[in-house]
């Protein structure tokens, strides 16, 4: 069936495939983990149910594990992540993992960082498959319809299986029919943490009879009849819906702070796709391309943002532009000549001094400047052990993953850009 809707997505078949890693699907995400470590997996488990629980959003999904990536986790056993936004369907892929949407994969294998994408509707055919295992065929007799089971992957077919209006099904029907997708928790979204209690996973009862599977011989896959096209954007490029939080500041007067740092220009070098990149980064921050068996041809162009700041609380800001950071930064004069946006740090401890530190763009780098803070600003590095507190007005180059402590409250830096050689 073709999925146009998050409505339709979250009445999908979900076909597991075999292999060592976890699949687990709570309402409209699926999760597929490279790892059947209760203790690893966890983590995934969870904030996939939350996101569930909260209504399986796609964007929070991506947010959530893209803030767990660069703060909690150091070693990722390879992950993918699906759940449906209003405009499409979000991916979130992390590590060897690959996932095939009407037939383009994508991947976190190239990527230094992660990959993220929302694939608009209509979304016709969804596969993933850890390495070494290869998504299930068509017409496999396995569906997981809510819960955790060991797999290496799963399909989302494209024919045969499920109805658009499940909660229609005739009442021959052995499973219980799946609840409207406006239901907040699902029943099937049980606080499930080990990898296999309770595997929801039955016979397909009204498989079609064109795709029967006869033991020992899998049927080749159903060709598609229909190929649809479509173009994958950056979660980051699509506007917020308004029933989504807004990530990013509202800025007073936007075209003056715009105009200011929009068009700043920086020397880089473009991958083979035309995309601006740090030359100091080894792959490219947009397309994962390796740009090390190119010529590196240095130019100026405009600067992309640098990447993100995200709150503790899950609150985005985008590093096109410096930001004053603080208990109240707003009157400070350099907000209001245009030359930062402030970036509010509430927090009951009295800790926070009203302007506490800035973030500055320099060239590639985001720096992170001290303002002679009462409490001090403190830095935690990816790969090293403790938290640092930064000497009085001293600067600090975030890479990926930096965390900043201010008062009780936590940053984290996100970059595409990855790693610096
Ligand atoms: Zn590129």
């Known amino acids: 069936m073709t999925h146009t809707s998050a409505d339709d997505w979250t009445a999908a078949t979900v076909v597991p495939g075999p292999g060592g890693g976890t699949l687990a699907r709570f ?43 660069s703060t909690s986790i150091d070693q990722s056993p390879g992950f993918a992540a699906i759940a449906p936004h209003t405009t499409g369907l979000a991916v979130f892929v992390d590590g060897d993992v690959v996932v095939s949407v009407d037939g383009e994969e994508i991947s976190g294998a190239q990527s230094l960082a992660w990959v993220e994408r929302l694939i608009p509707w209509p979304v016709t055919s969804v596969s993933a498959a850890l390495p070494g295992a290869a998504a299930p ?7 997981l319809d809510g819960g955790v089971v060991p797999a290496g992957g799963f399909l989302v077919p494209t024919t045969g299986g499920t109805p ?73 490029d699509v506007e917020d819906d308004v029933d989504d939080f ?43 391309i390796n740009m090390v068996q190119q010529t590196p041809v240095l130019v100026n162009g405009p600067r992309p943002p640098l990447g993100v700041i995200v709150l503790d609380d899950g ?19 350099r907000i209001v000549a245009g030359e930062f946006r402030p970036l509010p740090i509430i ?48 600067e600090q180059v975030l890479v990926q993953g930096t965390r900043v402590r201010i ?15």
């Open 27 to 69: 309402g409209p995400v699926v999760l597929l983990v490279g790892s059947d470590d209760p203790e690893v997996v966890r983590p995934y488990l969870e904030h996939a149910e939350m996101v569930a629980a909260n209504g399986g959003q796609g964007r929070q999904l991506i947010r959530g594990f893209a803030l767990m990536l």
């Open 137 to 143: 065929a068509e017409g496999t007799a396995y569906r």
């Open 164 to 236: 658009a209006e499940p909660v229609l099904r005739p009442s021959t029907q052995v499973r219980a029919p799946q609840p409207p997708p406006d239901v907040e928790a699902p029943p099937v979204v049980e606080p499930v943490v080990e990898p296999v209690v309770e595997p929801v996973v039955e016979p397909v009862v009204e498989a079609p009879p064109v795709v029967a599977p006869v033991a020992g011989r899998p049927l080749p896959p159903t060709p598609a009849d229909e190929h649809v096209s479509f173009q994958s954007v950056l979660m980051s």
């Open 246 to 288: 807004e990530p990013l500041p509202i800025v007073e007067d936007a075209a003056q702070v715009h105009d200011d740092h929009a068009h700043e220009q920086v020397r880089g070098v473009y991958c083979k796709n035309q995309h601006f990149n740090d030359p100091r980064v080894l792959f490219c921050g947009i397309c994962g």
């Open 315 to 333: 609150a985005v800001f985008q590093l096109d532009t410096p930001y004053l950071l603080g208990r109240d930064p707003a009157p400070d004069e």
């Open 347 to 394: 927090d009951q401890s009295n800790q926070v001094s009203r302007v506490h530190a800035r973030l500055e763009l320099r060239g590639w780098d985001v720096v992170l400047v001290d303002n002679n803070s009462t409490n001090g600003t403190y830095v935690h590095l990816p790969k090293t052990p403790d938290w640092v507190r930064m000497p009085p007005g001293s």
């Open 407 to 421: 008062g009780h409250r936590t940053l984290a830096f996100n970059t595409h850009a990855g790693a610096v050689s």
